[in-house]
């Protein structure tokens, strides 16, 4: 694992996030006003995509202390960004710029070459974050969520499919 130094001014080391950092990022997370944990931030499902996304998602410390982080991945065409939390006494200082930066990197030499991230309507100062390192606000689109891990959804989607319902020790 490479460390990189953001900048003289504010030493920060930024490193690849790894499962040892979860319940740091985990707690920074819900100390961050905006950010919502789903039950698919999970130890489990933070491991899945950590696996899925080898080398995308960072961690900032400063010295032992975490005091950023970022999520990345892709699809094999487009990059996500989520959870990017910088601590607030350490906000302004370029933490979250590198740590996006590095995602950024990382996506490139993967070949991806467009990169989404998903901002609550009501949370302006992120918004504001995003407009200033001119990321484009889509108006055009609206994103949509269906959960499948619920009886009724699976019975609602599944029913037509043939081998309808599945074992027990499917689920």
Request: charged residues 25%.
């Amino acid at each position: 694992m490479t460390s990189t130094p953001v900048g003289n001014e504010y030493p920060v080391e930024i490193d690849e996030m790894t499962m040892a950092d979860y319940d740091e990022v985990l707690s920074l997370l819900r100390a961050s006003p905006g950010a919502a944990i789903r039950g698919a931030d999970s130890r489990e499902g933070t491991e899945r995509y950590l696996v899925r996304n080898p080398k995308l998602s960072f961690v900032a410390r400063r010295g032992t202390r975490l005091v950023g982080c970022v999520m990345c991945g892709h699809d094999g065409r487009r990059g996500y960004l989520q959870h990017l939390a910088v601590d607030p006494t350490h906000q302004r200082r370029g933490v979250g710029t590198a740590l996006v930066g590095r995602c950024l990197m990382e996506l490139k030499r993967l070949g991806i070459d467009k990169t989404h991230i998903d901002v609550f309507i009501a949370n302006a100062a992120a918004h504001q974050y995003w407009t200033n390192r001119r990321w484009k606000r889509r108006d055009d689109i609206v994103s949509r969520i269906r959960w499948i891990r619920t009886p009724e959804v699976r019975e609602s989607v599944f029913s037509s499919l043939v081998g309808w319902p599945p074992p027990q020790t499917a689920y």
